[in-house]
């Protein structure tokens, strides 16, 4: 896991935006840390609390990064029964854990050693090499981070690193360890397979209502009918408000000549340079290399490398000295500059790559203008809109009201629960994609005015609970078809695993793969050598994961990916991986030395988890996973 994880967040900004501690329930387990102590302090690891406030915003920030990337609303609940609660918070810990540590030591970061790791990162510079501000902001906001959340978070990776690069770095790995991980990840099997469709199986007859009251019956906590609210609402959004929104062709046009140089991109240039203190030397090698001399060959005489002379395509304002710029950028491809003097040192240069400028016209970017001023005047719009009705909603004016004096939309959504669904359980669309709308609807009172809510794409929502219908227990009657579904999917699975077994007993009593699958009419098919970590079309990962802890010869068998079929297969051979060579093994050493390195992250986290002391406030953790405000709770106090 820690390797997938290493892998999805490499890059130092990455690390910075979760916190880089992904340690979490890695570190401690969940059950024995859970005390409860009073007030709004979720937890202490020594003098540091963490505040409920902290935690609801670090919470509620994973939770939309989490629907982001699965492409679906998650909530509370969804995020509660996922882990992500605890996750969140025992990376907290972690958190309080490294900057306990990092006061006693009297570690620090300076402001200014933080900026100039800001302004040297690659993720916020322009094509010219220049420290970007619209990216830097842009990338904020992507994540939910203020400017000064970001540079706190990067002051607190960059003292992590200070702590625990010693502890990383110190990592072995034992000859014993190389050779299991090699034949973990290189091993190989091949299989010979084929599978048998459901629909070569002898029929399901349908159940009579008293076999589906009894899956019913035994079954009443998969039919609930979630918790749905009836709400009111008025929707402001780029997407609702675009089409009233008129650019004309004389708005595009000025437009573009009041920006026209943030159209097309400017040169750019890759070069050598060889860097002297004085101009007599610097002459002497224009010489040789004007007359054939090897650049790298001259450079390497006077003890450079290639990283120290070999400078990437820039343009001409990621080249801090402005003499030797301007030199760089008016000399001819391949050819040697003659001495350019710099401010620092005296260069001798050649440019061996050019990419043109590229200009822009009008026509081409008419259609981005014309997209860039509607999402302008959109924005200048909404805004305008949102005072409007704040001022009504502050007049004691009810959201219907509302709309109907200022002409906007009022929607009423019969029921939503807490995934987006209407009471027949397909998608609301007024409320897709909209999590942390779903959230405060299920946060609100029936009566109550709430706050409205923005959206991803910088809009607003106002909304009003106008009725709550509690989870309740459906009826027999109301689960009836649910239920006939449930049940069919089940005797199908029970089916397909009955054959399965039978088929692979016929195998091991002697009957040939080939015999077995010609019952049926199908074709044995061959894999090719596969390993653990692999895919192969048409052989479910269970599968191969059986596979692997099968002998040579022996069979198996399988559900079919769409769980419409079995697949029955035989392992037909089984491949050791070779003894590697020098370098593979110092490659395989690489990978996994940061792995040995985390371990030994985790054991430093835990033993300071032993000195400082870690309280959890059970009941204050609880409220704010819920959303809830904080009021009143009694002490009872748990420490560990």
Known sequence: MLEALRNATGGWIAKIFIGLLVMSFAVWGVADIFGGFGATTVATVGKTEISSVDYQTEFQREMRSLS????????????????????????????????????????????????????????????????SQEKFYRLLQANGLSEQEFMMRQNRAMILVQ??????????????????????????????????????????????VEKLRDYYNTRKSEFRAPENRKIGMISLTPESLVKEIEVSDADIEAYFERNKARYGTAERRAFLQIPFADEAAAKETYEKLKNGADFMEVAKAQGLGKGDIEFALVGKGGVPDKAVADAIFALPEN?????????????????????????????????????????????????DAYDK??????????????????????????????????????PVSEVAGQSGLLDAIFQADVGLESDPVETPDQGYIWFDVLKVTPERLKSFEEAKIDAAAKWRENEERSLLAKKGQELVDKLRAGETLSQVAGT?????????????????TGLPNAALLQAFALKEGAFGSAAATDGKGRVIFQVAELNQPDVLNADATQQLRNSIIPEIGDDLIMQYVRALRSSFGVDINQRVFDDATAGRAFSGLPNNHNRF
């Open 389 to 426: 009705v704040e001022d009504e909603r502050a007049g004691g004016a009810t959201l219907t009201e509302v709309a109907r004096k200022l002409n906007l939309k009022f929607t009423e959504v019969p029921a939503v629960d807490r995934r987006g669904r209407d009471a027949d359980g397909r």
């Open 335 to 383: 050819e040697i500059s003659k001495p350019i003097k710099g401010e620092l040192a005296i260069i001798v240069a050649k440019v061996t790559k050019i990419d043109p400028a590229v200009v822009k016209t009008l026509d081409d970017e008419r259609a981005n203008i014309r997209k860039t001023l509607e999402g302008e005047r959109t924005a200048e719009r909404i805004l």
């Open 68 to 131: 982001t990337r699965l492409g679906r609303n998650i909530n509370f609940e969804d995020a509660t029964r996922m882990g992500l609660n605890t996750q969140v918070l025992l990376r907290l810990i972690g958190d309080a854990a490294i900057e306990s540590q990092a006061k006693s030591l009297g570690l620090g970061i300076t402001s200014r050693a933080v900026s100039g790791r800001l302004m040297r990162e690659t993720a916020f510079k322009d094509p010219e090499g220049r420290f």
């Open 520 to 536: 049926f009419d199908i074709e044995v098919k061959e894999s090719k050598a596969l390993k653990r970590s692999e895919n192969a």
């Open 163 to 208: 702590l625990t690069d010693t502890v990383a770095s110190s990592s072995r790995v034992p000859r014993v360890l190389l050779d299991v991980t090699n034949k973990f990840r290189n091993e190989t099997r091949k299989l010979r397979y084929f599978t048998v469709p459901l629909a070569r199986l002898d029929g399901i007859a349908e159940a009579s």
